[in-house]
């Protein structure tokens, strides 16, 4: 079946501008993860959505990024005012049930901030 | 609080012969733990992954790794690598809370030469 669709699969940015990134899970998931890979950092937990529940965003490092999951199915992470520190690749990952061990990532958004 | 530490940050091997790729962990309580591996320009991908049951978990591709308490370690192996298996490891921690919020290791690049 279809695995998690992210878009779009690079984004060059100038610094200062907004950006959307869009994540697509697997059907029936109804936990959604963001997840953001730098050279710097390594891969850092973002936030978690879990069917209507307020969303876990303790991992968002700064008051520029926000994420919502529409109808509990897409999700879209947005980031404010970009910087360059904020270049890195944003992972999505959908898991079936909530406290479900298995993680299935999308190809990620490969975000270049200029 | 969590952690993982991956003790190579590279490895490098002949293809036929072993790999060995390490890994310790800190929690506060029994974790759960997984090997993910991310080929180039790839999404990532669960090789494996230890949930408190046997403690050799077999995955995908002929890996394997043991959970060993005493030594808090998680490593991973294989008898024999394969030029495709050259790729990007990480060790993962599960976090605190009942949905796994995922905590990576730094990652180990695993190079394979013919």
């Known amino acids: 079946g279809a695995g998690v669709s992210q878009s779009p699969s690079n984004k060059v940015t100038e610094k200062g501008k907004d950006v959307e990134l869009r994540c697509d899970p697997i059907?029936?998931?109804?936990?959604l993860y963001w997840y953001r890979q730098s050279l710097g950092q390594g891969l850092e937990f973002l936030i978690y959505f879990q069917g209507n529940s307020a969303p876990d965003k303790s991992g968002l490092p700064s008051d520029r990024f926000s994420a919502e999951r529409t109808g509990g199915s897409v999700s879209t992470l947005t980031i404010q005012r970009t910087q360059q520190e904020d270049s890195a690749v944003y992972l999505c990952a959908s898991s079936p049930t909530p406290g479900a061990d298995t993680q299935y990532f999308g190809p990620g958004t490969r975000l270049t901030v200029l | 609080a969590q952690s993982v530490t991956q003790l190579d940050s590279h490895v490098s091997v002949s293809e036929g012969t072993p790999v060995l790729l390490r890994c310790n962990y800190s929690s506060s309580y029994s974790p759960s733990l997984f090997w993910y591996v991310q080929h180039p320009n790839k999404g990532l991908q669960l090789l494996l992954k230890?949930?408190?049951?046997?403690?050799l978990v077999k995955g995908i591709n002929g890996f394997e790794a043991e959970f060993k308490k005493s030594e808090t370690s998680f490593h991973l192996t294989k008898p024999s690598a394969h030029m495709s298996d050259a790729a990007e490891y990480f060790c993962v921690v599960s976090g605190p809370g009942g949905y796994n919020k995922l905590i990576f290791g730094a990652g180990t690049r695993l190079a394979v030469h013919p």
């Open positions: 059907s029936g998931h109804t936990a």
């Open positions: 230890y949930t408190s049951a046997a403690t």
